[in-house]
């Protein structure tokens, strides 16, 4: 069977992975799959998994490389379920050398294939500011944004009526160490994959439909000859 082509997104907490792949992810083909929204929702379970996850994401931490990897290959396996599935828009996932290295194997395994590795960049102060006013909605996961992107109605989801809360890590505290473990972590990475060729760099500190179009642009032409 044709494998899979997929995409990463990899920025900095607040640069707007989660933004920008619920938007762009429809015009690609791709399905999004964000693994701070899988442990969102895993959380709400009341069982040993879920307690174990809540005590990294509430400090702000990273939850251990195999559990994460455990709760992505789940996640990929439903999707294989549907036949229209092409590819994921990966958002939150790989941010450690070992996470990228098991990815690896995994993609290896299944015959499939990353397209590209997008770097949204956006300097920190920006970052501080969004996270800040950050607010989604806890039963569909939308994200919104107290000036920058505010919903229609008072503090409710545009798309389900639900009432939006702030996240429980997006605590100054919590916002300081997150950061501090992306720069540490995660942005070694970009080096991973500039060096094979796949990264490539878009400036996020512009307007969200700006970002959006330049996101689609770099990408369309990548997936086009897909099987
Ligand atoms: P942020 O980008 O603000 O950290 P996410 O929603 O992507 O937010 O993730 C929230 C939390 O979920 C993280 O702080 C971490 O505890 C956990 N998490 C998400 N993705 C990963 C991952 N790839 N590896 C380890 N922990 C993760
Ligand atoms: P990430 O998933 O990378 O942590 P989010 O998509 O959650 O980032 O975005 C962080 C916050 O910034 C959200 O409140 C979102 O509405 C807002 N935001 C995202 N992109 C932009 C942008 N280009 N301009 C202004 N605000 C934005
Ligand atoms: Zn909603």
Redesign the pocket.
């Known amino acids: 069977m044709a494998g899979r082509c997929h995409v990463i997104l990899i920025?900095p907490?607040?640069?707007?992975?989660?933004?920008?792949a619920a938007r762009s992810a429809p015009r690609l083909g791709l399905r999004h799959v964000a693994t701070g929204d899988l442990f969102r929702h895993l959380m709400q379970r009341d069982d040993e998994l879920a307690r174990e996850v809540r005590w990294y994401y509430d400090r702000g931490a990273l939850v251990p490389d195999e559990v994460v990897l455990r709760v992505l290959l789940q996640r990929l396996d439903e999707l294989e379920e549907d036949a229209d599935y092409r590819g994921a828009l990966l958002?939150g996932y790989p941010r450690t050398r070992a996470q990228a290295e098991a990815l690896d194997a995994v993609l290896r395994e299944r015959n499939d294939c990353i397209a590209a590795v997008i770097h949204l960049a956006v300097p920190r102060p920006v970052l501080i500011e969004?996270?800040g006013?950050?607010?989604i909605c806890p039963q569909c996961g939308a994200?919104?944004?107290r000036q920058?992107?505010p919903p229609a109605v008072d503090l409710r989801c545009d798309r389900c009526g639900t009432s939006l809360t702030q996240r429980s890590d997006d605590t100054p505290e919590a916002i300081a160490r997150r950061l501090e473990t992306y720069e540490q972590q995660t942005a070694p990475l970009l080096d991973y994959y500039r060096a094979r060729g796949l990264l490539i760099e878009i400036d996020?500190a512009?307007?969200?439909d700006a970002?959006t179009e330049a996101l689609v642009e770099a990408l369309q032409p990548l997936l086009a000859d897909r099987p």
């Open positions: 920025g907490q607040g640069s707007g992975k989660g933004t920008q958002d969004r996270l006013g950050r607010l994200t919104y944004h920058f992107s996020g512009r307007p969200i970002v």
